[in-house]
């Protein structure tokens, strides 16, 4: 099978991509990726040469070059990953998000229509289920809850699901959907929480904790999310959306204290900034449905999930560092430089 990957050179496609090298080297790859500031082809290094993978840089909005793509390579299966991923650049300007998250999307699935495809799986975020209140630990985002969004990103994703859902009704695309919780692991950008948190004790910098801390998010190591979007791939059933998610829910400030633990740095470190717009409380994943129907679980464990990720960050200064010193500089002054404590 042919798999073309898109958005494969960022945190979670090219882990994704290693995921499926290794676990069916029988199949071609092909990255498709417009190496915005979150792709780095450095990522792929180790992958480059290998004779079944090829990468493209190319813009997904990119109409000719798509179709021109998918006559060369005939995929049997496309992966969505690509998007703006970030709410915080979001709040800021959202008109790229709108471009590649919704307009993107469209655009591969004309190609998918245009040139036939076996499946095209759509990357999707618990995000569009808005959030859940803290006192209500009850409550869980189920396939069936309302799609409901508060940023301008999780709004794009949620406008790219209900296309892909309409192609799928209206011109029978076959098509799967997952929505996955909050990833962490090796070479996540250091715009996110884990990430930041980890560059910024390493570098004995402040920890910018937005508000107090006490949002909840749904930690996922991002292999376990590979394995189960490559479940979908071979066992989901077409028109459906699955929720990933491991039923492991972490408040932010307990998060940044356990890196500053792990490091060895002071909680002194940590600094309670103006809180994000519209800043969702709380997310949780209720993943009965993937488990029951695909018998899919989560293997990592947070613990050894965060252990490896600390790790990996220690071992890989130069991937973050070299990041970091670019044109983040400029991104990190104009999210924290003005931004106020609390
Ligand atoms: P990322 O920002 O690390 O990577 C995005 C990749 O897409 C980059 O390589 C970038 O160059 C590429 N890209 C951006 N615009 C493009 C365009 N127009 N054409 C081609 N390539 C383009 O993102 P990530 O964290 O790896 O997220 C991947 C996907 O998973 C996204 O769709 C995101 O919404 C979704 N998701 C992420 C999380 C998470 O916790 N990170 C959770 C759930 C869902
Ligand atoms: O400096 C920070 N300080 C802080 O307190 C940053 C960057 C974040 N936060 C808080 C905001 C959130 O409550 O940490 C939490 C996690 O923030 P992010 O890492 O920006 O992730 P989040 O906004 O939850 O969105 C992520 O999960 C869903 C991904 O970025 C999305 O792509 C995915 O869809």
């Given at each position: 099978m042919t798999i073309i990957v898109t958005g494969g050179a960022g945190f979670i496609g090219s882990n994704f991509i290693f995921h499926m090298l290794d676990a069916h080297p029988e199949d071609r790859i092909v990255c498709l990726d417009?190496?915005?500031?979150?792709?780095?082809l450095s990522t792929l290094r180790d992958v480059?040469?290998?004779?079944?993978f090829r990468f493209v840089r190319l813009d997904i909005c990119d109409r000719e070059g798509v179709y021109r793509l998918f006559e060369e390579e005939h995929p049997d299966i496309v992966v969505n990953f690509a998007a703006e991923s970030h709410v915080d650049r979001s709040i800021e300007d959202p008109s790229v998000f709108l471009q590649t998250n919704i307009i993107g999307t469209s655009v591969l699935m004309d190609a998918c229509r245009k040139y036939g495809i076996g499946r095209f799986h759509q990357v999707g975020?618990?995000?569009?289920?808005g959030d859940l209140p803290?006192?209500?630990?009850?409550l869980f985002f189920t396939e069936?809850?309302?799609?409901r969004t508060s940023s301008p990103y999780s709004s794009s994703k949620a406008g790219a699901d209900l296309l892909v859902m309409a192609y799928h009704r209206t011109f029978g695309l076959p098509v799967t959907v997952s929505r996955c919780s909050n990833n962490y692991g090796p070479?996540?950008?250091?715009?996110?929480l884990i990430p930041l948190m980890i560059a910024n004790c390493l570098n004995d910098k402040p920890l910018p904790v937005y508000g107090e801390g006490l949002n909840v998010r749904d930690w996922l190591y991002v292999e376990d999310h590979c394995k189960a979007i490559d479940l979908i791939l071979r066992k989901g059933r077409v028109g459906e959306v699955y929720n990933i998610g491991g039923h492991n829910e972490m408040r932010n400030i307990d998060i940044v204290k356990l890196i500053c633990r792990a490091l060895d740095?002071?909680?002194?470190?940590?600094t309670h900034v103006t809180d994000r717009k519209g800043h969702d409380m709380r997310y949780a994943i209720d993943p009965a449905k993937i488990h029951r129907e695909l018998g899919w679980l989560p293997e990592t464990k947070f613990e050894d999930g965060i252990r490896r990720t600390i790790a990996w960050y220690l071992e890989h200064r130069d991937w973050w560092q070299e990041i970091i010193s670019g044109e983040y500089q400029n991104y990190y002054e104009k999210m924290y430089g003005n931004r106020g404590t609390v």
């Open positions: 417009k190496l915005t500031y979150a792709g780095n480059m040469d290998r004779p079944n975020t618990d995000e569009v289920y803290l006192d209500r630990p009850d069936e809850t309302p799609i070479y996540q950008f250091p715009e996110k740095k002071p909680e002194s470190l940590i």
